[in-house]
């Protein structure tokens, strides 16, 4: 089954910066389009980000646009997330899951267990 685990989580100041990257094993991750989607405690899972099958096409939540940076290399089977200017209320885990279309609407495979940013001085 399509899973995608999610690493680069962590503690960081306000305005600080970390760098998500979500990797596939076992399949070829360039097949798909690959959404980044977070959760706050008591927050629904929103969308945050997604990025087409050869990466020439990306889209961003608004709340994150312009200081979010998706990207894939898909010779490494990887899609990175690069936060910056990381406020509190991006504080949340971070999922990556594959999709159908961006936005990622129509979602293929399973949940990981994602990556926690908290972001607090």
């Known amino acids: 089954q399509l899973q995608l685990v999610e690493s680069g989580g962590g503690l960081v100041q306000p305005g600080g910066s970390l760098r998500l990257s979500c990797a596939a094993s076992?399949?070829?991750?360039?097949?798909?389009?690959v959404g980044w989607f977070r959760q706050a405690p008591g927050k629904e899972r929103e969308g945050v980000s997604c990025?087409?099958?050869?990466?020439?096409?990306?889209n961003y939540a608004a709340s994150v646009k312009g200081r979010f940076t998706i990207s894939r290399d898909n010779a490494k089977n990887t899609v990175y997330l690069q936060m910056n200017n990381l406020k509190p209320e991006d504080t949340a885990v971070y999922y990556c899951v594959g999709a159908l279309n961006c936005p990622a609407t129509v979602i293929v495979g399973s949940w990981g267990q994602g990556t926690q940013v908290t972001v607090s001085s």
């Open positions: 076992g399949f070829t991750l360039d097949r798909y389009v």
């Open positions: 990025i087409s099958r050869s990466g020439d096409s990306t």
